[in-house]
């Protein structure tokens, strides 16, 4: 079964410097997706971000990028300046690219990140 | 586009009383819905997964009796929360996904979330 650890509960950032979360996770497969997650303290689930195993370029959305390293299995989100707006739970996720019964999202525990002002 | 509505935002009942939760994927047909719990300051739990006009998959641990799931159509799926009890108490989530063939990259849809607290 596939598992994603986010080690750190919690992180903080000065407003418009740049921070990174950490993920790692564990599969046998060799192709899926992974995804970072961002949830506002209103509670909605917000796709930041999502990396094709197969591609091997980096994705990126303006200000939010990933290290997506596919031998360490490794895949890290980097805020580059940062705004309060993006204060939330980040919640790293896997997914088979097979659809059935196994074609689910696995979520990390999350990262509370603040942003200080 | 693609957006789910999930209703009721919130609801406060009393203990025994059973809560029906609508997700409405409103601009797509969803074959594969999803419901999640969630506790304060946690991750998602995945509770059942439902493919429309099928049972759902529930996954281990959950009681099948209830949290009841029914996706009857392509574009909503239920869940009830029978004789619900203070431990029930919970922000639950659905998820939408559209059909995609056998290897699928369709993304999943996320609704706003229920907070359901029962006295």
């Known amino acids: 079964a596939q598992t994603v650890t986010q080690s750190q509960p919690e992180m903080s950032v000065q407003e418009a410097e740049t921070v990174t979360l950490s993920c790692t996770y564990d599969?046998?497969?060799?192709?899926?997706?992974l995804f970072w997650y961002k949830q506002p303290p209103s509670r909605q689930m917000i796709l930041v971000i999502r990396?094709?195993?197969?591609?091997?370029q980096n994705a990126t959305e303006n200000r939010f990028s990933v290290n997506f390293q596919k031998a360490a299995k490794s895949f890290s989100l980097k805020i580059s300046d940062s705004q309060l707006g993006d204060a939330a739970m980040y919640f790293c996720a896997y997914r088979t690219t097979r659809t059935g019964a196994n074609s689910k999202l696995t979520f990390g525990k999350g990262i509370t990140l603040s942003v200080r002002p | 586009g693609a957006v789910v509505s999930q209703h009721p935002s919130w609801v406060i009942c009393k203990s025994g009383t059973s809560v029906k939760i609508e997700c409405r994927s409103l601009d797509f047909q969803a074959t594969t819905m999803f419901w999640y719990r969630q506790f304060p300051k946690q991750s998602l739990m995945l509770m059942a997964t439902s493919n429309e006009g099928s049972k759902a998959t529930y996954e281990q641990g959950v009681e099948k009796d209830k949290f009841l799931i029914n996706h009857a159509s392509l574009t909503l799926s239920t869940l009830t929360v029978t004789s619900a009890h203070p431990e029930d108490s919970s922000f639950y989530i659905c998820s939408a996904r559209k059909a995609g063939g056998f290897y699928s990259n369709q993304p999943q849809h996320f609704g706003d979330g229920t907070r359901l607290s029962i006295l």
């Open positions: 990396q094709e195993a197969y591609k091997q």
């Open positions: 599969t046998s497969e060799s192709d899926y997706y």
